[in-house]
């Protein structure tokens, strides 16, 4: 009860923020959400029905490439927030919020809408867009990396500065980056990298990912179970708080059975260098 509780509080948090924050100041927000911002500010259509729409199309691409199990996490919040949008629209004849500074407006806006964004992140839901769609590619191994989101991100702003103009682009960065910042803040914490254990019986196929594809080093434990005495190996790798969801997300893919520890790392000293790289230079 409490889980879907959070939820419908974080749903509620991002929905009425749109409404009495980001639209009255033209502001746009991260992801498909503010796709959605961009669509009303330019053609006056409606933003809760295109995002519906998007979160619909997306759900249900997601049900045939991943399966519906799969993408339970995704249904509550893609459709309960364009929902709560909708409801919430005439919300600003109720509160008039037009006589704050934007800086404020900014600011306020971006840590209630990461707020909602933690609430539903933290009981194992997602807000679906850009989240959905980067798992989506996941699940096809077509794109396992988080780069496209910040290149979409970075459409958003330049299409703000072309919708309205530089200075709201400016505002809208500064949103996105606060919303953003808490959302990861609230998935994995602050510590700048974080340090992996993996057992996986895919381990050729962990290894090269980490190595040729996130462009990372790792090391290899010799260990041996205590209620087995089965001897195994641990494939231990630190990597950026950036990489975090592309590692894990990853071996997700490669071994759905793979056992994964991970810890926070407040400071990694010569991460990408082996031991004998670090004797060959004396």
Do not use: W
């Amino acid at each position: 009860m409490k889980k879907y509780l959070n939820i419908i509080i974080g749903c509620l948090l991002i929905g009425i923020v749109f409404n009495l924050f980001i639209i009255p100041y033209d502001l746009v927000p991260n992801g498909i959400y503010g796709l959605g911002a961009l669509t009303y500010y330019y053609f006056d259509y409606s933003a809760p029905i295109f995002l519906l729409i998007i979160n619909l199309a997306l759900v249900g691409i997601s049900c045939l490439a991943m399966g519906v199990e799969n993408s339970r996490k995704y249904m509550i919040p893609s459709l309960l927030i364009p929902i709560i949008i909708y409801f919430t629209k005439d919300i600003t004849n109720y509160l008039n919020i037009y006589n704050i500074d934007k800086t404020i407006i900014t600011i306020t806006a971006g840590v209630l809408t990461g707020l909602g964004h933690s609430l539903i992140f933290k009981e194992g839901y997602s807000t679906g867009g850009l989240f959905l769609l980067q798992d989506i590619f996941n699940s096809a191994k077509i794109y396992r990396r988080k780069t496209f989101t910040y290149i979409f991100e970075a459409i958003i702003i330049i299409l703000t500065t072309y919708v309205i103009n530089f200075e709201t682009a400016l505002y809208s960065a500064v949103l996105i980056v606060i919303i953003n910042y808490m959302a990861t803040m609230s998935r994995v914490g602050a510590s700048t990298s974080k340090t992996f254990f993996i057992i996986t019986t895919e381990e050729e196929a962990v290894k090269d990912y980490i190595i040729n594809e996130l462009h990372h080093d790792l090391t290899e434990i010799n260990v041996k179970g205590g209620f087995t005495s089965k001897k195994n190996k641990i494939i231990m790798t630190s990597v950026d708080t950036k990489d975090y969801f592309g590692l894990k997300e990853g071996i997700k893919l490669i071994d759905k059975k793979a056992f994964i520890s991970i810890v926070d790392s407040y400071e990694v000293i010569n991460k990408n260098i082996t031991i004998s790289q670090k004797y060959s230079e004396f």
